[in-house]
């Protein structure tokens, strides 16, 4: 279930431009916009019906299929727009992945049996024109009018969602799943497509607010902010800033699982702020990535922005409040300490008392691994920051290298960011965020990784510039 969410959560973002360009010409000129225009609104249309389930489907069949994938792919959705005026972009996130994987097995199966040498151009392609037609045909005459009656039974099912009273209780879901990295799947891979087909029926979708809200993550960061001693404010003070104004929302993550008693705090404000987005009947019309409250104002219809901003307030403060009643005194930063017990239990399936018994020692195990990741290499030329999505958090730490790398004359080395999924063979170093270095090490084992506490923890960075001093 992981993988297919990280699937569809990659075909979303991957093309956020369009789904962000549809949403800003709605917010400006749509029924709820600022300057209504008819004849700019003709643009819309298009975008929903046919352009952006076509990029959904070639992206999908791109990432199973390669490119032969991709196109096939591409085909085979347009064939399935034409079968009906319902926009099919849940329909093309199914459509495409699956042609992707017939084309992969098939390609596999004639790769294997085909004996005759200089055939293998003809032959590949004549199969992927055989496929997309007989697949574009298929949509085109019966698969789209059977996703027609289901995406019609799905809008009316999610109307009733919407206007029931449960909608709140969808955040004792989203934030702790949120809390265990799992905010770009949620987001991407299950409400966006949701936003994505309600915003084209009713133009604007409150799905959009559910995972984004920055409010509870804001009160938990405030709440670290007022515990900690003076000295130690400024992780925490950077936080706040990268969370609510930079939209990225994984840097609040450690604070949490510090003390994962939190949580508590985030599901309350998490429901408060949702059932003020629901009482008040209001929506965004696209996906706010990053999940900034620039882009939170930029596209709320006018009508919404003041509610939109009232309810990321009140989810603020309902998990400020908690939040202050559930911490003591916090002796140290999480950015810089940022919960070895969590990660050790992910490691080793230990309970929670063996994991906490020996806080001393697991550290010193910790910084034994990290310089073992300088000793595997002789040379560091390429370094990847990688995050899930390949985005927010691992951008923003790739940014961050850079300047310290800049300030020690390491200008040669380039640092780049990608996501869990596409790890370039170049990378020399990967660093990335304790929780993904399971993952990470089990995708790639001959790399070396580097695993950071914290993308805010300015210490890690340093200790990576020196060490790469010391290996060069």
């Not at 790769?111 to 949509?139: D, F, H, P």
């Not at 709140?168 to 949701?194: M, Q, R, S």
């Not at 992780?235 to 104004?245: T, Y």
């Not at 090490?441 to 010391?470: H, W």
């Amino acid at each position: 279930m992981m993988k297919l969410g990280q699937l569809l959560s990659a075909m979303v973002y991957r093309n956020i431009a369009v789904i962000l360009t549809a949403g800003i010409i709605n917010g400006i000129f749509g029924i709820y916009g600022w300057w209504y225009n008819d004849r700019i609104l003709l643009l819309l249309n298009p975008i929903y019906n046919i352009l952006l389930p076509i990029l959904l489907g070639y992206t999908g069949g791109r990432l199973i299929g390669g490119q032969r994938g991709a196109v096939v792919a591409s085909i085979v959705t347009y064939g399935l727009t034409l079968s009906s005026s319902t926009p099919f972009i849940i329909g093309a996130m199914i459509v495409g992945p699956l042609t992707g994987w017939v084309v992969k097995q098939l390609d596999q199966v004639v790769k294997k049996r085909m004996t005759g040498i200089g055939y293998e151009l003809l032959i590949g392609n004549a199969l992927a024109a055989i496929i997309s037609t007989v697949l574009t045909i298929l949509c085109f005459l019966y698969v789209g009018q059977s996703f027609s009656t289901v995406v019609e039974w799905l809008t009316k099912l999610l109307e009733t969602i919407i206007y029931s009273g449960w909608l709140p209780l969808t955040a004792a879901i989203i934030e702790p799943a949120k809390i265990l990295f799992f905010n770009n799947i949620i987001n991407f891979g299950v409400l966006g497509p949701l936003g994505i087909q309600q915003t084209k029926e009713l133009g604007k979708s409150i799905f959009f607010l559910l995972e984004a809200n920055p409010g509870p993550g804001l009160g938990v960061l405030l709440a670290y902010w007022l515990k900690m001693k003076a000295e130690q404010r400024k992780g925490a003070k950077l936080a706040v800033f990268i969370h609510f104004f930079g939209g990225i929302h994984e840097v609040c993550f450690p604070y949490v699982l510090m003390k994962p008693v939190l949580i508590i705090a985030l599901i309350l404000g998490g429901m408060v702020g949702v059932f003020t987005f629901q009482l008040f009947d209001i929506g965004l019309v696209a996906i706010p990535s990053p999940a900034s409250i620039f882009l939170f104002v930029g596209l709320a219809p006018k009508e919404d922005i003041i509610f939109i901003l009232l309810g990321i307030f009140l989810s603020a403060i309902t998990t400020f409040f908690c939040s202050m009643l559930l911490l003591k005194r916090v002796s140290g930063s999480p950015a810089l300490q940022e919960n070895r017990e969590y990660i050790n239990f992910y490691r080793t399936g230990n309970d929670e008392k063996q994991i906490t018994k020996d806080v001393t020692e697991k550290k010193e195990i910790a910084d034994t691994e990290n310089v073992s990741a300088f000793t595997n290499i002789n040379e560091v030329k390429h370094i990847l920051f990688v995050c899930e999505a390949g985005m927010g958090s691992s951008a923003m730490g790739a940014s961050m290298l850079k300047k310290k790398l800049a300030q020690a004359n390491l200008t040669t080395i380039e640092v780049e960011n990608s996501s869990v999924s596409e790890i370039p063979e170049y990378a020399d170093l990967i660093i990335c965020h304790q929780r993904f270095l399971p993952v990470i090490q089990k995708t790639v084992p001959n790399k070396a990784c580097f695993p950071l506490k914290s993308f805010t923890d300015m210490k890690g960075y340093d200790e990576i510039v020196e060490r790469i001093k010391n290996s060069v």
